[in-house]
């Protein structure tokens, strides 16, 4: 009877020590979890300040232009075709991977039998001027940022959600 009772004690001090060793663990992935969800939280901080910033400065570059211009109304909206369809130079599109889903950003070559538009070069023979070229070239920037941003949101709210589900399972470990 002993005998019997000394295997128990061991058997429960191994399976202590197996529990111990597992919480330890949990506990290991969760502040591993929570260190990554402040990197990304930062991450998105900064993506999207640059996001605000990009924008702000390509829409100062126009109001400019049209201010020296004098004119609401731009070459770009005459030039867009109205009468058939076309096709956007920049396309996004979600990808599922094992771990979510992915945004990219894909950018399509001027081709104009396959219905995409050639970028506004010159109006009515005459250059565009230098500061469209410069907010344009902050759009696209800008639309490189919130792609970004949309990707870091989605891997934090990955992240949360596993959070959620890792206490769930293991409600003692908070």
Known sequence: MEESAGCHNES???????RNEED????????????H??????????????LCCQTS???MILARVRLQQGSQRTAA??????????????????????????????????????GFLQPLTNIFGSIVPVSWRVAKKYWDQSVEYSV???NT????LSTMSF???LRLRHPDQR
């Open 163 to 165: 959070i959620r589900k």
């Open 12 to 18: 429960s001090k191994d399976l202590e020590g197996v």
């Open 37 to 50: 969800m402040l990197h990304l939280i930062e991450d998105e901080v900064v993506l999207h300040q640059e």
């Open 57 to 59: 400065r390509s829409r």
């Open 24 to 35: 330890l663990k949990v506990k290991c992935l969760l502040d591993d979890l929570h260190l």
């Open 153 to 156: 949101r989605k891997e934090l």
């Open 77 to 114: 909206e005459v030039l867009v075709p109205r009468w058939r369809p076309y096709r956007a130079l920049c396309r996004l599109f979600e990808k599922s991977t094992p771990w979510g889903d992915v945004i990219n950003l894909r950018r399509h070559p001027v081709e104009a039998e396959q």
């Open 148 to 150: 970004e941003c949309a």
